[in-house]
């Protein structure tokens, strides 16, 4: 109850402070966090902060994108763009430079990138994976659930995993990822919730939306192109970082691609 009427107050707060305030002990705090998904209370601390940036930058809910009978093609069009044009506006807004500036040197350095994801995550994860070895990065993409599983358990220290799953909760790329982290591989996580079981088991976490847990959109249209503005910026800075040979290797697929064309 204290946090909740207390919000901006006990992000910055210890523990120990927040258990004079509230008049709970601090095994009642501790027991709080774990019960509410939470290692402790810095991460419970951390996507706090996190909702009060959100709520202080008006960020606004995602639409449904509804298609009724009484409305015409151009009634749709415009929803269709509105719909889209606000996830890539929330998207932009709450995307974490510096992260996506560890995760780049991440990537340019594992061993090896695996790149999995399902259903609609599924195709922005190969979508990602073709983007991604053309300008020479190790990547890997398995469609096949049990080949997928059968190579991210041969994963080890140095290969990256990057799991894509809009909500977060998808059982099998969940799994993955702890396979993953159980080989000593580390976990790249790309989703809508800042908090979710995925991303509790990645070493970093890039989000789509400021969404929280109450609130779900009912396609998936917007949410994938949310996936890609994040991929797709992510593949422009690996593109600085590596300059001359992401120009070199590009333009090697490029000549091999324009062969196929008559």
């Not at 992260?99 to 259903?119: Q, R």
Request: net charge negative; with cysteine.
């Amino acid at each position: 109850q204290y946090i909740g009427e207390h919000p901006s107050e006990v992000v910055g707060l210890t523990i120990n402070e927040l258990v004079d305030r509230s008049k709970a002990s601090y095994t009642s705090v501790s027991r709080f966090c774990k019960k509410m998904g939470y290692v402790g209370f810095k991460e419970l601390k951390a996507d706090l902060a996190n909702d009060i940036i959100y709520e202080s930058q008006d960020i606004s809910s995602i639409p449904d994108v509804i298609c009724t009978t009484g409305m015409s093609a151009e009634d749709i069009l415009q929803h269709v763009y509105a719909s889209s044009i606000q996830v890539l506006e929330d998207c932009m807004t709450i995307t974490d430079l510096e992260m996506i500036d560890t995760v780049v040197n991440k990537m340019l350095s594992a061993h090896s990138i695996h790149f999995i994801g399902t259903g609609f995550s599924g195709l922005s994860a190969q979508y990602a994976c073709t983007k991604f070895f053309r300008i020479g990065l190790p990547c890997i993409f398995e469609p096949d659930t049990t080949i997928r599983r059968m190579r991210i358990s041969l994963t080890q220290k140095d290969d990256l995993v990057f799991a894509i799953s809009s909500s977060g909760r998808s059982k099998e790329i969940v799994e993955c990822a702890r396979i993953a982290k159980k080989c000593g591989a580390s976990v790249v996580s790309l989703s809508d919730f800042t908090f979710s079981a995925l991303s509790k088991v990645s070493d970093w976490n890039l989000y789509t939306t400021p969404r929280n847990m109450n609130i779900f959109m009912n396609i998936d249209m917007p949410l994938t192109i949310g996936q890609l503005m994040v991929l797709d910026t992510i593949y422009v800075f690996c593109c600085r970082k590596l300059e001359k040979r992401a120009t070199e290797r590009y333009h090697l697929t490029q000549i091999a691609t324009d062969e196929e064309k008559l």
